[in-house]
């Protein structure tokens, strides 16, 4: 086999040409029911060094995928249906930028490493990983530098609502009912990304042991990833789970609301941020649970079985820093590692511009209605305006207030 595995940057090494194989029965849209990834060899004798130390790196990765838009609910929590067996509605599809995934291939290589030559994805000739992995990595990437981006102050809780959701469980008694904060999930992940995250009992045990906080005295934090489906909710979902000491009963789900409904209550808007701290935290031994240490070449260090277990370490390390942000133009993830006053609010000079011309639009319209009616307009006037915006009463105050 002539695939030389670097376990210090988790990089197979060497140049590589990438294209699509297909496998599987085509669809009537011509696509195939699984695109893989073929890596191979560019020139046997262009063998690449480590990977840089660089933060852009996983940034990148975790911009390949966008978020999801998932309208779960109007203004409240939502009861489960009973008769379909409390599943959860399925998110939109994620919007994916095949330019940039193609893009970091080329550069780094395969994203898994060399696996089972028994599932036929690895052959002298080349390396094939799903697509779909691929695109399922970068989702969930994403999704954990933006908890991260909410808990530093620097994303909105609505940031997360495409991602994560809360479940009531309720019981008999007046005090049998507690949240659980889950993440979704693909309903059947597939090999080698699957092979990544299996935990077996043991690691369960081992990695989500029961935890306590001092803010939240009487509740007890669990952790658990139920993995394949279809499961209770058609998902396969890593949960948090704050129990109550003192259950005197059994509970049942009842009901599920977003994230950006919970964190926005006074009365739990704290531990909506607690239960997201726990999954983040879930979702980093998830993915980083088989990195170790080894000597190798004489020298004691940390090796990683694939690329992506190293751009989840890098980010776990960045994470502690608190300068990582979802840009409030575009939505796309960023690191502001260089910033110095000011909090960094877009990830570019064109989001900046592209903030600022909205902003100036969306108040010369209100302006406009306001110059029709003779009068301030009221919420529901500039709502039903037609417009391509989400209407508040601070930006209509915004907007006519004189400069």
């Known amino acids: 086999m002539r695939y030389m595995f670097d376990p210090r940057t988790g990089r197979v090494r060497g140049a590589f040409e990438v294209n699509y194989d297909f496998e599987g029965e085509e669809?009537?849209?011509g696509n195939f029911e699984t695109d893989l990834l073929a890596f191979r060899y560019a020139k046997e004798q262009d063998r690449r060094g480590p990977v840089a130390d660089r933060t852009q790196l996983y940034i990148d990765f975790a911009n390949i995928a966008w978020p999801p838009s998932l309208p779960l609910l109007e203004e409240s929590y939502t009861v489960f249906d009973k008769r379909i067996a409390f599943q959860l509605p399925q998110p939109d599809e994620t919007t994916c930028d095949e330019n940039r995934l193609c893009e970091f291939a080329e550069a780094y290589g395969p994203l898994f490493g060399v696996f089972d030559e028994g599932v036929g994805h690895i052959t002298p000739e080349k390396i094939l990983e799903p697509e779909s992995c691929w695109y399922d990595a970068?989702?969930?990437?994403?999704?954990?530098?933006?908890?991260?981006a909410y808990l530093?102050?620097?994303?909105k809780a609505s940031d997360l609502d495409d991602a994560i959701h809360f479940i009531l469980h309720s019981g008999s008694g007046d005090k049998d009912f507690y949240w659980e904060c889950a993440s979704f999930y693909p309903s059947d992940l597939d090999r080698p990304y699957w092979d990544m995250l299996e935990l077996s009992e043991e690691e369960q045990g081992r990695l989500f042991l029961p935890a306590s906080e001092a803010a939240w005295p009487g509740l007890t934090f669990l952790t658990r990833f139920d993995p394949r489906g279809p499961g209770k909710w058609n998902h396969s979902t890593l949960g948090v789970s704050a129990i109550p000491d003192k259950l005197t009963g059994r509970t049942v789900p009842y009901a599920y609301t977003t994230f950006s409904y919970l964190a926005s209550k006074p009365e739990t808007e704290n531990l909506a941020r607690v239960l997201a701290g726990h999954l983040l935290r879930g979702l980093v031994l998830l993915h980083t649970h088989r990195v170790h240490h080894d000597l190798l070449d004489g020298f004691f260090g940390v090796v990683y079985n694939n690329l992506l277990e190293r751009l989840w370490m890098d980010f776990a390390a960045d994470a502690a820093l608190g300068k990582l942000g979802v840009c409030a133009q575009?939505?796309?993830?960023?690191?502001?590692?260089?910033?110095r006053r000011d909090v960094k609010r877009y990830c570019s000079v064109t989001c900046q511009a592209n903030a600022k011309s909205t902003r100036q639009y969306r108040r010369r319209k209100i302006r406009q209605l306001a110059e029709e009616l003779g009068r301030k307009p009221t919420l529901e006037e500039v709502q039903n305006a037609g417009w391509n915006f989400v209407a508040t009463e601070e930006l209509i105050d915004a907007a006519l207030e004189k400069s």
């Open 152 to 155: 530093a102050g620097r994303a």
């Open 27 to 29: 669809l009537e849209d």
């Open 138 to 148: 970068a989702k969930t990437l994403s999704l954990a530098v933006r908890i991260q």
């Open 330 to 339: 575009c939505g796309k993830v960023f690191e502001a590692l260089s910033e």
